[in-house]
């Protein structure tokens, strides 16, 4: 398969990942301070870093990394004891 395929499937696999994780967290499903929650939010944010900075879309390249972080930060305090 072509790169530039790869590149679409990462960044509607990116929405569906943060749109599923939104509406499970909103429907009590998933809470906001689960790994699972975050890991949808860690693997989201880097399919959609990929497919912006792929098309040069540089703002949303920024809100991702930003995105990417808080979920990241997160994973890193719930690993706290």
Do not use: C, D
Request: charged share 10%; glycine share 10%; proline share 4%.
């Amino acid at each position: 398969m072509k790169l530039k395929i790869w590149i679409e499937v990462a960044g509607w696999l990116a929405a569906a990942l943060i749109l599923a994780a939104y509406a499970l967290l909103s429907l009590g499903k998933l809470e906001p301070r689960s790994r699972t929650y975050q890991w949808m939010n860690v693997a989201g944010a880097l399919g959609f870093i990929v497919n912006s900075g792929w098309n040069g879309a540089w703002p949303s390249v920024g809100l991702n990394v930003v995105w990417l972080g808080i979920a990241w930060h997160a994973l890193a305090r719930l690993r706290r004891p």
